[in-house]
């Protein structure tokens, strides 16, 4: 036998203990870095919407005998018309009588 079969024959392979603890403790870092994070990244911040001033509680009673149920800020008369104004649309209630209940 030649020295360098010598040589690698009685070596033993070694397993990279180092490097795999080394490697597990940065991934239980990150993951714990990560949780911290996402929590207080959560809990810092906080929107609140301001709250609309709705009004009073309306009832508009047409003449076709139809109800509308809505609130007093939602109400516009304008050049002798009533309107209901929305959002997203607006409907014509001109000739229904308002009446202030309180309706659920």
Do not use: C
């Not at 397993?15 to 959560?42: E, H, M, N």
């Not at 050049?79 to 659920?104: A, M, P, S």
């Amino acid at each position: 036998m030649t020295r360098l079969e010598l040589y690698h024959q009685q070596k033993t392979k070694q397993f990279p203990w180092k490097g795999l603890i080394i490697s597990i403790a940065v991934s239980l870092i990150l993951t714990a870095g990560f949780f911290v994070f996402r929590f207080y990244d959560q809990s810092s911040i906080k929107i609140d919407a301001p709250s609309e001033q709705l009004g009073e509680k309306v009832v508009i009673h047409l003449p076709n005998g139809q109800k509308v149920y809505t609130y007093d800020n939602f109400i516009i008369k304008k050049n002798g018309k009533t309107y209901y104004k929305g959002e997203r649309n607006t409907i014509d209630l001109t000739g229904g009588t308002v009446t202030y209940e309180d309706w659920k």
